[in-house]
T-cell receptor
Framework: GESVGLHLPTLSVQEGDNSIINCAYS??????FIWYKQESGKGPQFIID?????DKRQGQRVTVLLNKTVKHLSLQIAATQPGDSAVYFC???????????FGGGTRLMVKP | NAGVTQTPKFQVLKTGQSMTLQCAQD?????MYWYRQDPGMGLRLIYY???????DKGEVPNGYNVSRLNKREFSLRLESAAPSQTSVYFC?????????????FGAGTRLSVL
């Protein structure tokens, strides 16, 4: 598939370890955040979202943490698997209501 | 359900040619979006349609036009393609009229302009 980012930050982890992917957002007024996973040659796939009235939300093997004080979002993946290898994007709603603003992405590589 | 379907999957154009990228969703969603994705960058919004009958510019609308044909379909047109429009184009849809809900994406159209 095509490369979705030639110079993306890369996180390399061992299979079975936990992964933490970080994202700094820009707008203190943003009140909705979402994480997507994108595999090579495919469209972004929803992982988990969180609203600003929460600081933590858990899904299946994934947890999103929101720190509004420092405008920081993180995605934690437990027991990382080879199938988790992908590019991960965070996005924020800029409170104008109609647009999501996407970050540049982080490439996760899982070593067997 | 197919979700969000984009056609074509690949396209090569010469500078100055025109083409229309098609997008259809079968989830009865109100809002639809067109993004482009370039190497080393995240997704950038070109145009969106908050509801049937409305369209608005996003971050990078120049060189593009859109049509919300009906609730299901949202097309993106390049009237005179330029090499700077070489990119991967994604269509997305969401249930509500604002972007505070999950957007579901198609598989993308990979466009090269020579």
């Amino acid at each position: 598939g095509e490369s979705v980012g030639l110079h993306l930050p890369t996180l390399s982890v061992q299979e079975g370890d936990n992964s933490i992917i970080n994202c700094a957002y820009s707008n203190s007024a943003s009140d909705y955040f979402i994480w997507y996973k994108q595999e090579s040659g495919k469209g972004p796939q929803f992982i988990i979202d969180i609203r600003s009235n929460m600081d933590k939300r858990q899904g299946q093997r994934v947890t999103v943490l929101l720190n509004k004080t420092v405008k920081h979002l993180s995605l934690q993946i437990a027991a990382t698997q080879p199938g988790d290898s992908a590019v991960y994007f965070c996005a924020e709603n800029n409170n104008a209501g109609n647009m999501l603003t996407f970050g540049g992405g982080t490439r996760l590589m899982v070593k067997p | 359900n197919a979700g969000v379907t984009q056609t074509p999957k690949f396209q090569v154009l010469k500078t100055g040619q025109s083409m229309t990228l098609q997008c259809a969703q079968d989830m009865n969603h109100n809002s639809m979006y067109w993004y482009r994705q370039d190497p080393g960058m995240g997704l950038r919004l070109i145009y969106y349609s908050a509801s049937e009958g409305t369209t608005d510019k996003g971050e990078v609308p120049n060189g593009y036009n859109v049509s919300r044909l009906n609730k299901r379909e949202f097309s993106l047109r390049l009237e005179s393609a330029a090499p700077s429009q070489t990119s991967v184009y994604f269509c997305a849809s969401t249930v509500a009229g604002i972007a505070k809900n999950i957007q579901y994406f198609g598989a993308g159209t990979r466009l090269s302009v020579l």
